[in-house]
T-cell receptor, first 115, second 113 residues
Framework: DSGVTQTPKHLITATGQRVTLRCSPR?????VYWYQQSLDQGLQFLIQYYNGEERAKGNILERFSAQQFPDLHSELNLSSLELGDSALYFCASSLRQGANTGELFFGEGSRLTVL | QQQVKQSPQSLIVQKGGIPIINCAYENTAFDYFPWYQQFPGKGPALLIAIRPDVSEKKEGRFTISFNKSAKQFSLHIMDSQPGDSATYFCAASIMSGYNKLIFGAGTRLAVHP
């Protein structure tokens, strides 16, 4: 158990809809990362937050947005969903105060299916 | 320059064999090179990692070889077991850059009994 919690585990929705994925980081971790894993593809970095502020942006579509709240949990919002958005979305956390090992701890992912 | 290239895409070995997975990078600012292991239905988990000041690191049956001048690193699994069957990802990051990991495309390893 990595200590990172993601909900929901599975989500089925229709094209054009909007969904929110939630992530609770490991206790004490200040940074949250979102990754997308499509079929037969690697882990694509989407966005990173550190202590509530956006720190890095990757290949995140304009239809997607994220935020990190004061209690450090994070939400990834996906809107105007398309078939191609079907994927596993992983959240990871890292960076405890004063302790940077470089390791990211991943949740078990949220599997999104767009029909 | 942010890419990490990984090969092969898939690998099949017999139990006891030594699968080798290779990765290459371009950004010389990368200073942390981990390998993650992912089982079906699970999130990736850190297997072993290396910093560029050493050329090899071994943890149990897993070894990373690192060639800084060639900008390449590889994972060797000694005496592979069926339980090692998983997808393996190499990655790279700049530790002072808030640890954003850039992953390779992954290698699906199957170890047959």
């Amino acid at each position: 158990d990595s200590g990172v919690t993601q909900t929901p585990k599975h989500l089925i929705t229709a094209t054009g809809q909007r969904v929110t994925l939630r992530c609770s980081p490991r206790s004490g971790d200040l940074s949250v990362y979102w990754y997308q894993q499509s079929l037969d593809q690697g882990l694509q970095f989407l966005i990173q937050y550190y202590n509530g502020e956006e720190r890095a942006k990757g290949n995140i579509l304009e239809r997607f947005s994220a935020q990190q709240f004061p209690d450090l949990h994070s939400e990834l919002n996906l809107s105007s969903l398309e078939l191609g958005d079907s994927a596993l979305y992983f959240c990871a956390s890292s960076l405890r105060q004063g302790a940077n090992t470089g390791e990211l701890f991943f949740g078990e992912g949220s599997r999104l299916t767009v029909l | 320059q942010q890419q990490v290239k990984q090969s092969p895409q898939s690998l099949i070995v017999q139990k006891g064999g030594i699968p080798i997975i290779n990765c290459a990078y371009e950004n010389t600012a990368f200073d942390y090179f981990p390998w993650y292991q992912q089982f079906p239905g699970k999130g990736p988990a850190l297997l072993i990692a290396i910093r560029p000041d050493v050329s090899e690191k071994k943890e149990g049956r897993f070894t990373i070889s690192f060639n800084k001048s060639a900008k390449q690193f590889s994972l060797h699994i000694m005496d592979s077991q069926p339980g090692d069957s998983a997808t393996y990802f190499c990655a790279a990051s700049i530790m002072s850059g808030y640890n954003k990991l850039i992953f390779g495309a992954g290698t699906r390893l199957a170890v047959h009994p």
